[in-house]
Structures are given as C-alpha cells and as structure tokens.
C-alpha cells in the first residue's frame, strides 16, 4: 500500500532559538512520504532567516495567533494526513510513522491518531495520555495537541476556532470532532518531546473561566456537569466578554493576515 502524505507543520512566534530542533525533528522522519512547512506568525527576531536554512517550505503572515497560522498553513499543504507542531518542540524519529500506521488501520469514524507526550528542560514527566474514551474527554484533556489529523476531516470541521486561541483550542477541536462522529486512535509510545523552558503560569481565572464557559455553551450535552460547578462564575465572564460573539470562528484567514510564501522546499 503506498503510504499516505503527512503534511508536518510547525508554527513559530519568536522561537528562532528553538526553530532548528523542531525542523531537524520533523526532517529525520523516517516515514517514506513527508512535506515540512513553517509558517512564521509575524516574529520580530530572525525566525525566517533560520527557517530558510533548511530545505522546507517557508510562509509568513501578519500576527493573527495560533489558531489562524494553523488554519492558514493548511490552506498550502498537501498532505492526506497533517500533524501539527509547535516551534519549540521536537517529534520523535517514528512519530509520524506510528500515527500513521494507527490512522491507516482506523476505522472512517477515527479522526486522528495520538501518543505519548514527554516533557523536558523545567520539567521530566509524561503528559497524562490513555486510550481515547469519550466520557473521559468531557472530563479533561488527555490528548496533547500534536496529533496526526486526517486533513479531509479538520477541513470539514472548520480548522481550529479562533475564539480559543487563549486556552483550549485543541480540546474545543477533539470535542467538536466527536461531536461530529469522529474519535482518536491513541499510540502508547512516546511520539512527542514538550519543552518546558518557562516557569509554570497560572492563567488568570478569568482566561480559565470564559473558555470552560464557552465550552459549555457551545457543546451544553457534554458540559453541563462543569457549568453546574459554577454556574455563576461562568455566567458572568461569558457575558462580560460576550462570549457568544467569538466562537465559531473557522477556517483560514490567509488573505486578511497576508499570508506569503517565502521560500518553497526545494528552491
């Protein structure tokens, strides 16, 4: 069977001092078939300049935040399956080859394929995965962003919501793909490495508060045990914020933030 193209894309916002590992990781796959883009989301540092180093696809944007530069480097990748990653990070030699193999063995009703995250630097710990239960995923995140997603599928949900670009944005993902019939194969082999490299920030309880009760609002069948925690708490910062106004906000922006390719693999 020939293997499917993987689209690996990896984000950046002012991590020129990260940028390398995080290529580097992403070109030593050893899965046959794999196309590497960078999209730098308007950094002020020499990002682009270490990007160009390598022989990837280089694309460039105003600042719009994670959510849109993922959204948007998709509108250029040409993979059946994409895997996101960010910029200061590292993938594993066979992490693509794992999820893969997990994704092409899966059921139409498997949206994407994950594994085990390894923290490094502040921190040495394993992100708490498991096997994909739905009940579970009501109750927390278990499954880290780095996932190999069929592109078909993220493209028919939307991409990621830009409403979530402060907290959440791959658990609001996970949540909507299941709401639309699709659930996750999971590896138990380490396939991601997370670098810690600041000291722990508690977000605000607002940050906190506004995106839980977005979620809420947004998928009320899954959450209304969360909401009844602290109906009130979430109530007032969904109405301060008007919360209502910001979700549902798919797919790409490419054209508003000016997205350009800099360079193509292979120039």
Known sequence: MTPSR?????????????????????????YPDCEVLVLDDASTDNSLEVACRYPVTVLAQRNGGLCLARNNALTHASGRYVLFLDADDRLTPRAVSLL?????????????AYGQMQYFGLRDDLFPARPFDAQQLFRNNYVCATTLLRRDVLLQA???????????????????LLSKGYHGAFVPEVIL????????????????????????WLYPAYFWKQWLKHPLRYTYFFIAAKGWQSVRDYGDKAQQLGLRVVRRAGD
Request: hydrophobic share 40%.
């Open 6 to 30: 993987v689209s690996i894309i990896i984000t950046n916002y002012n991590y020129a001092g990260f940028l390398p590992e995080a290529i580097e990781s992403a070109l030593a796959q050893d």
């Open 100 to 112: 893969a193999e997990a994704l092409d063995a899966a059921g139409e009703d498997v949206g994407y």
């Open 158 to 176: 939307g991409g990621y919501d830009n409403g979530f670009r402060s907290l959440r944005e791959d658990w609001e993902l996970y949540i909507r």
């Open 193 to 216: 490495e997370c670098r810690k490299h600041k000291p722990h920030i508690r977000r605000s309880l607002g940050i906190k508060a506004l995106s839980m009760a977005k979620l809420c």
